[in-house]
């Protein structure tokens, strides 16, 4: 019998109702008086230099009241501090097709979006690359051009155990190669962001993100504002999935156009525009050479990743390590080998997408472990059962493992699904498949790489028996509201309807 009275039983969303009622207010839903209306000029080449940029046609066009170019915003910007590649509008040069190049902001969507065509715009094309084999080999064409090696963005080689020994010991050896198309997120919701600089020179800019203090910090870089006058709150997000975890072109134009006006800005991206603000999940092209002995047991694995990272960094280092790095976590590798190279190439920017990194390379494992069961003439479900880690261990590449339940998950989906039956019974070219997965928890630096503490949470306790959670997480369909108002009623014994959580403000909310 649970000893909790909260936690566990099968109580409302602290935040549904705001759904339900339709009360819930999405970036887009907020109007505010004398506000204007954004809208950014795109890029028409994958890659060319900027000769001539006059908006002159269109600052005199009737309804529209300021535009910005990147040259009002040179500052190198980025989601992590070490590879800061991008700026918020082109300087000097695009690199891909919908780059953002200018922005204009009038009294309504639709003359800010007449006046686009009124900017005029001189490129001389460049060689574009388009393809991973494009951008390893022309040492001619650099998208960037400080990259060490061709268009490389970021190499990794790591070696874990005895690789030759493991391969020598082997009974079995396969060599495949997969490759993993991209894909985007398609929220319901497309991005938005609603800014305003008021009199007393403060900075608030309402957005949809999922990461409102990384914001918050590139604001600071970029519009040279204290932080102190900067304000980010992440409204309800509409569906994210790793698309709103880097800062945007969109809500630096919204900032900056409000803090030259005076007035509020607004920005909502169409269909076509969310596609090319992109983040999707990187194309990787993958060998996977695994030795295993008779029974299944593997001996060793080399993997060779190869990431399509788009025009610009984003999330793209760690998604180059977890390509490799997460990959001895499921299953016993006594020897493990990673080489991965992500490039840049002329294509909208790959960033997170649900599990970024592992997705690819798990799919291209998975596979192979069914061709080795094949070969072996082992059931591949049982063959996984043989050959998982166990918990409380630690892999080859010293990653630590604590629980471990998908030997009990494949059990439990073995049984349910009829699976011995279904994959004897199923006539030709019909199949069953199975495959495991997992993901690592927390990240192993915070948004301020300082001494300070981070990831933390404030509780208030009014006289009236009333309690607030305060804390830097941002809501994003998740349920981490929940799970902040479920644990401090669990706590306090009150209910989750008496506490009151902020969360995704930075001005309320701690890091």
């Not at 590879?83 to 200018?102: C, F, M, N, S, W």
């Not at 494009?134 to 400080?146: N, Q, T």
């Not at 156009?257 to 509020?264: F, I, Y």
């Amino acid at each position: 019998m649970s000893e909790l009275s909260v936690l566990g039983r099968r109580l409302p969303k602290v935040n549904a109702w705001a759904h339900l009622t339709g009360t819930a207010r999405y970036a887009d839903d907020i109007f505010l008086p004398r506000m204007l209306y954004g809208r950014l000029l795109r890029s028409t080449q994958p890659h060319a230099r900027i000769k001539r940029l006059d908006v002159s046609r269109a600052l005199a066009h009737p309804g529209v009241v300021a535009i910005v170019t990147g040259a009002d915003m040179p500052e190198k910007m980025g989601i992590m501090p070490s590879t800061q590649d991008e700026t918020a509008l082109a300087v000097d040069k695009v690199r891909y097709i919908g780059e953002p190049v200018a922005a204009v902001a009038a009294l309504d969507e639709d003359t800010a979006y007449d006046a686009l065509s009124l900017i005029d715009v001189d490129y001389e094309p460049l060689d574009a690359i388009f393809t991973i084999e494009e951008a390893l080999g022309r040492e001619d064409i650099r998208i960037h051009e400080d990259s060490r090696r061709a268009n490389v963005f970021k190499e990794v080689h790591l070696a874990f155990g005895d690789l030759e020994g493991g391969f020598a010991a082997a009974d079995l050896i396969r060599d495949d190669w997969s490759f993993f198309e991209g894909n985007t997120h398609a929220p319901i919701e497309t991005h938005s962001c609603v800014a305003s600089y008021d009199g007393d020179g403060k900075l608030t800019l309402w957005t949809a993100t999922q990461v409102p203090h990384y914001v918050h910090r590139e604001l600071e870089k970029v519009l040279k504002l204290p932080r102190s006058h900067i304000r980010v709150i992440a409204t309800p997000n509409g569906g994210a999935f790793g698309g709103k975890s880097d800062p945007f072109g969109h809500e630096f134009s919204a900032a900056l156009l409000s803090m030259r006006t005076k007035r509020p800005v607004k920005f909502t991206l169409d269909r076509e525009e969310v596609f090319y603000a992109h983040r999707g999940r990187h194309p990787v092209k993958m060998h996977l050479r695994t030795g295993v002995k008779k029974d299944g047991e593997i001996t060793a694995v080399h993997f060779q990743s190869y990431l399509d990272g788009g025009a610009y960094a984003s999330y793209g280092i760690a998604t180059t390590y977890y390509t490799g790095a997460l990959m001895t976590v499921t299953y016993r590798i006594p020897a493990y080998k990673f080489d991965g190279v992500r490039v840049y190439t002329n294509k909208p920017p790959c960033g997170p997408k649900r599990g970024h990194g592992t997705t690819q390379p798990r799919y291209a494992f998975e596979c192979q472990l069914d061709k080795i069961a094949t070969d072996l003439g082992l059931d591949p479900i049982e063959y996984r059962l043989r050959v998982l880690q166990p918990a409380n261990s630690r892999t080859v590449n010293d990653l630590r493992i604590t629980t471990m339940g998908l030997g009990e998950c494949l059990k439990a989906v073995r049984q349910a699904t009829g699976w011995d039956a279904k994959r004897e019974g199923l006539p030709r070219g019909k199949g069953i498949g199975v495959a495991g997965s997992a993901y690592i928890s927390g990240a192993g630096l915070p948004i301020y790489w300082n001494d300070m503490p981070h990831s933390g949470a404030e509780i208030r306790i009014d006289r009236g028996g009333g309690v607030t959670v305060m804390c830097g997480t941002a809501e994003i369909g998740q349920g981490s509201d929940n799970m902040l108002a479920s644990v401090a009623a669990e706590v306090l014994g009150v209910l989750p309807e008496d506490v009151h959580v902020v969360s995704g403000d930075t001005s309320l909310a701690p890091v």
